[in-house]
Nanobody, 114 residues
C-alpha cells in the first residue's frame, strides 16, 4: 500500500534552515508528482510546493526563493530544503501524492521562533 513518511522537522530560529524528507513506498515513485503541504495552528492546510514526475517544480508565492523541492527517484525520496525560515513558516508539514486517491504522510512539525 502507499506509504509516505516525513522526517526532518524541528525547532529553529528566524533565518535558520531545515531539510525535510519524505520516504515513499508502495507505488512507482518516479511516475508520480509529489507535493508538500503545511498546516499552521488554526489554519487550513495549504499547498507549498510540487515536483512533477518530469522533475519540474513550482512553489507557493509565500515560499518562492526560500524553499527548494527535490526528488531522488533511486531512493524513492522527496525533499524540501527550507532556508531563511520565518515564524510564519511554523506548521506541520505533510508529504502528498495522488494515485486515484489522496495520500498523506503523518506530518512533521516545524517551529520557527523569532
Amino acid at each position: 500500500q502507499v506509504q509516505l513518511v516525513e522526517s526532518g522537522g524541528g525547532s529553529v530560529e528566524t533565518g535558520g534552515s531545515l531539510r525535510l524528507s519524505c520516504a515513499a513506498s508502495g507505488f512507482t515513485f518516479s511516475s508520480y508528482h509529489m507535493k508538500w503541504y503545511r498546516q499552521a495552528p488554526g489554519k487550513q492546510r495549504e499547498w507549498v510546493a510540487v515536483i512533477t514526475s518530469g522533475n519540474s517544480s513550482t512553489y507557493a508565492d509565500s515560499v518562492k526563493g526560500r524553499f527548494t523541492i527535490s526528488r531522488d527517484n533511486a531512493k524513492n525520496m522527496v525533499y524540501l530544503q527550507m532556508n531563511s525560515l520565518k515564524p510564519e513558516d511554523t506548521a506541520v508539514y505533510y508529504c502528498h501524492t495522488f494515485i486515484m486517491a489522496n495520500y498523506w504522510g503523518q506530518g512533521t512539525q516545524v517551529t520557527v521562533s523569532s
